[in-house]
């Protein structure tokens, strides 16, 4: 089955950087849209960066554009998000996601309910 395995968080004072990775297995994230999306305690679970299968264009929450960079290494088959900047704001359960539809659209999608497959998620602690 197919498998997202996030890594890379921790704690982390503000304005400083972290990289969080999402390995794929079974699946080939060239060939799918994929996103980033975190959850705080007792809130939804909010869209942060995706990337889009064929053309590679992306999408950012107007919250990290600018601080927060998705890309993906098709030869390791990850998908990893760059966080600068850091803010105590930014803390949260981050999740890797697979959109398995391979709907081309002009932009990989922001709303949760198009991804279809989930890592376990990790956690990211900003401190002020």
């Known amino acids: 089955q197919v498998q997202l395995v996030e890594s890379g968080g921790g704690l982390v004072q503000a304005g400083g950087s972290l990289r969080l990775s999402c390995a794929a297995s079974?699946?080939?994230?060239?060939?799918?849209?994929m996103g980033w999306f975190r959850q705080a305690p007792g809130k939804e679970r909010d869209f942060v960066a995706a990337i889009n299968w064929r053309g590679g264009s992306t999408n950012y929450a107007d919250s990290v554009k600018g601080r927060f960079t998705i890309s993906r290494d098709n030869g390791k088959n990850t998908v990893y998000l760059q966080m600068n900047s850091l803010k105590p704001e930014d803390t949260a359960v981050y999740y890797c996601?697979?959109?398995?539809?391979?709907?081309?659209?002009?932009?990989?999608?922001?709303?949760?309910?198009?991804?279809?497959?989930w890592g376990q998620g990790t956690q990211v602690t900003v401190s002020s």
């Open positions: 996601a697979a959109d398995l539809s391979r709907i081309l659209r002009s932009y990989p999608p922001i709303a949760a309910t198009y991804y279809d497959y």
């Open positions: 079974r699946l080939t994230v060239a060939n799918y849209a």
